[in-house]
């Protein structure tokens, strides 16, 4: 079974929009950690937001946001007021037990935003 | 030079050939980690070094052969390798707390003929 589900391999968006990109995760962990990357054309892996198991609130940084519930084990990125930088491939990891542990990634988001 | 870096950026083998990929980070981190990027399929972990010690082996075929001589630098031996092992190979590095992201390097775009 997949540890991360990301529905969505394609999205189109208008530039100015917000939006939400799909993470679901499965672990039996008490403590992980859930991070959003973004990957441009360019190939390097840029680290966006994370969100600790034990954290209460919902992570932001910037126009970051995301949506975690634990309950439904989803951590949904949302971004607000989209930029045409913002296209790019984007992808949820997931790290389980200590904190020296390699991510395991799902298959990514390929976002576009138009104009 | 800041960050992770990787050389080279792109390199083109046979199958008999032996070459090396290096990495370097230059952030004071504990950890690094090798990663693997090809087409369609999710990045998948290699290896994981932890103050110079490896704690992660993923089933990794023994054509690939790590080696960290130091917190800092991070190599991937390469021999007999095949063409579908093709990918993009990725460096990361981030200090031991479950909440520190891990940093990439650029990546080295390796094609086997």
């Known amino acids: 079974a997949q540890k991360i589900t990301q529905t969505q391999p394609g999205m189109f968006v208008q530039e100015k929009e917000a939006v939400t990109l799909d993470c679901t995760y499965d672990?039996?962990?008490?403590?992980?950690?859930l991070f959003w990357y973004k990957q441009p054309s360019s190939g390097e892996m840029i680290f966006l937001i994370y969100?600790?198991?034990?954290?209460?609130q919902n992570a932001t940084e910037g126009r970051y946001s995301l949506n975690f519930q634990k309950a439904r084990k989803s951590a949904n990125l949302v971004i607000s007021a989209s930029q045409l930088g913002d296209s790019a491939m984007y992808f949820c990891a997931m790290r389980e037990g200590g904190g020296a542990d390699g991510l395991t990634f799902g298959k990514g988001t390929h976002l576009i935003i138009q104009p | 030079e800041t960050g992770v870096t990787q050389t080279p950026r792109h390199l083109v083998m046979g199958m008999t050939n032996k070459k090396s990929l290096k990495c370097e980070q230059h952030?004071?981190?504990?950890?690094m980690y090798w990663y693997k990027q090809s087409a369609k399929k999710p990045l998948e972990l290699m290896f994981v070094?932890?103050?110079?010690?490896?704690?992660e082996n993923n089933s990794v075929p023994s054509r690939f052969s790590p080696e960290c001589p130091n917190s800092s630098h991070l190599f991937l031996h390469l021999h007999t390798l095949q063409p579908e092992d093709s990918a993009l190979y990725l460096c990361?590095?981030?200090?031991?707390?479950?909440?520190?992201?891990?940093?990439f390097g650029p990546g080295t775009r390796l094609t086997v003929l």
């Open positions: 952030l004071g981190h504990n950890a």
């Open positions: 990361a590095s981030s200090q031991t707390r479950v909440d520190n992201e891990q940093f």
């Open positions: 969100q600790g198991s034990y954290d209460e």
């Open positions: 672990t039996s962990d008490q403590s992980y950690g």
């Open positions: 070094y932890n103050f110079k010690e490896q704690t």
